[in-house]
């Protein structure tokens, strides 16, 4: 058996409103991977900042090698060894990779940096990790799987014998993925153990060997992942039965409700046509970088076409601006919410209202009660765990941040509803309530574009799927008639499946 590296036990914490822990306990071993899984809103984010320091505890213990200690703040825990990577990485753009490692704390030879030292240690850092990294490249030209490479140096560089992954691959292609990985390994050679939070089921079986349980703020359980099944695993963290991943539903489809013809933007777009009818998800899948984003921007008015027909309920429209798409009906809930798709420090009530306010205002003024009911409508009818309307989205977990971005299009009556990535980082639970979502919306005649990397959710959810291949539509298929092999196929520019090795996709499940 492992030794023991650290402990936590009955670890307690509210916030005003809300109970956010209640007696939780963990336990990781020398050289471990656990795996810490739970419901958006479960309260894994906040266990993980009590240990990094970020947040105090209420109650209950910590133990680091069998000593109890006391964290109350960053810098104490980085003096016993424990560092965070949080979903956004807090990194300086504007400086070099090296700086970035050691901010606050740069070599010095008397008054003066000692650059040359400090980019020594850093290289080594990186290389003892297996990083290709040159250390005076500026960290704004990295790519985001690279940024938190950088992170991950950082925090050895603290000599961290305790590392928290806070949903470290939701951005990440299959290959960054492999490649965190390896680095995750070597880091277990060496002793280092590590909380890994992910919503990935299958991620945990190849990165850990326990994962615990939490829901609605207290312990589940602790279970070793050769010893459960991943429906029993799912039914811990949802506290009920998800019969089916996809909610079966039989659509009606009407007229249709969107057609784009001639679509073209440099390089990136060059669609002939493609529609999509009322009561329809039309799903979009593709490589990574294939262009799906960059047609639906197009079709959004976010980018301008350098030609572009289009058809609304068989009427030619012209969209060349985000404010005629909305005025058209039609919404687009973005790949990131967080930078693209909400006002992170305005609340729920302004989040929801905010492609409303034309519908709100009078003579100029906006009606502030007659918005507070919206927002309080949608938040119900959405069942957006939030204290109110005025809580700040920021703190609000992934999916019911995606839930406020959702609502944002409803209340705007839209007719053409463009989701990119919709169920990215959030939870099983939460993916299944947004299913469920899309299946009325259908029912009350919208029409959903579905952009997705999860073949199982393209597959699941669409009616049809488009398969872009380097900005053009390689094929139309039938999603209950396909297979995944199919779409990966055309995904990679085949047209034909005869005698062929499917290629690898990123996707993810």
């Known amino acids: ?39 958006n809103g479960a309260g894994k984010s906040t266990l993980m900042k009590i240990l990094s320091g970020v947040h105090r505890a209420d109650e209950g213990e910590i133990f680091i090698e069998g000593k109890k200690v006391d964290i109350d703040s960053v810098s104490k825990a980085h003096e016993l060894g424990v560092s965070i990577i949080m979903q956004e990485l807090n990194m300086c753009g504007h400086l070099s990779v090296a700086d970035n490692i050691f901010i606050g704390r740069a070599h010095k030879k008397g008054l003066f940096i000692d650059d040359k030292k400090m980019h020594e240690e850093a290289q080594k850092i990186l290389d003892d990790l297996g990083i290709e990294l040159n250390t005076y490249t500026q960290v704004s030209s990295l790519s985001v799987a690279q940024q938190q490479m950088v992170e991950i140096a950082k925090a050895i560089s603290f000599n961290s014998k305790i590392l ?37 089921m299958a991620e945990l079986n190849q990165i850990c060997e326990r994962v615990t349980i939490i829901r609605d703020g207290q312990y589940i359980g602790t279970r070793h992942l050769n010893e459960i099944t991943m429906d029993e695993l799912v039914n811990m963290i949802v506290g009920r039965s998800l019969e089916d991943k996809y909610p079966k539903y039989k659509r009606k489809f009407g007229d249709i409700a969107l057609e784009a013809r001639n679509v073209r933007r440099g390089t990136k777009v060059n669609a002939d046509h493609f529609y999509v009818r009322k009561g329809e998800i039309l799903g979009i899948a593709g490589l990574v970088g294939a262009g799906r984003t960059e047609l639906m921007r197009c079709i959004f008015g976010a980018d301008v076409a ?21 005025k058209h009906g039609i919404g687009y809930a973005t790949e990131d919410r967080k930078r693209d798709g909400l006002a992170l420090n305005l609340d729920v009530k302004y989040n929801t209202n905010m492609a409303h306010l034309s519908k709100l205002s009078r003579f100029g003024f906006i ?54 990535e919709p169920t990215r980082g959030i939870d099983v639970g939460a993916k299944y309530e947004v299913y469920e979502l899309f299946n009325k919306l259908s029912e009350q005649g919208v029409a959903i574009i579905m952009i997705s990397s999860e073949l199982p959710e393209i597959l699941g959810m669409s009616d049809r799927v488009l398969v872009i291949h380097q900005g053009e539509i390689n094929g139309e298929l039938d999603a209950k008639k396909t297979t995944q092999e199919e779409i990966l196929y055309l995904a990679a520019g085949y047209n034909k499946l005869e005698g062929k090795e499917a290629p690898k996709l990123s996707t993810r499940s």
């Open 306 to 326: 350098d030609s572009m027909e289009l058809y609304l309920e068989g009427k030619p429209i012209k969209v060349n601006s985000v404010i005629e798409a909305i």
């Open 1 to 39: 058996m492992a030794e023991e590296l650290f402990r936590m036990e009955g670890i307690s914490k509210s916030f005003p409103s809300v109970k956010a822990l209640e007696k939780v306990s963990l336990n990781v071993y020398k050289g471990e991977v656990l795996g810490l899984v739970g419901e």
């Open 367 to 420: 009606n502030d009660k007659e918005g507070a009911k919206n927002a309080e409508k949608y938040v119900k009818l959405l069942r957006t765990k939030t204290p109110s309307i005025h809580q700040l989205c920021k703190n609000l977990s992934g999916g019911n941040q995606q839930k406020v971005v959702l609502a944002k299009w409803l209340c705007n009556d839209v007719k053409v509803l463009i989701v990119d």
């Open 164 to 200: 928290v992954l806070d949903e470290p691959t939701a951005t990440l292609t299959e290959r960054e993925i492999d490649q965190l990985f390896g680095i995750i390994r070597r880091l277990q050679a060496r002793g280092v153990g590590m909380v890994y939070i992910s919503h990935r």
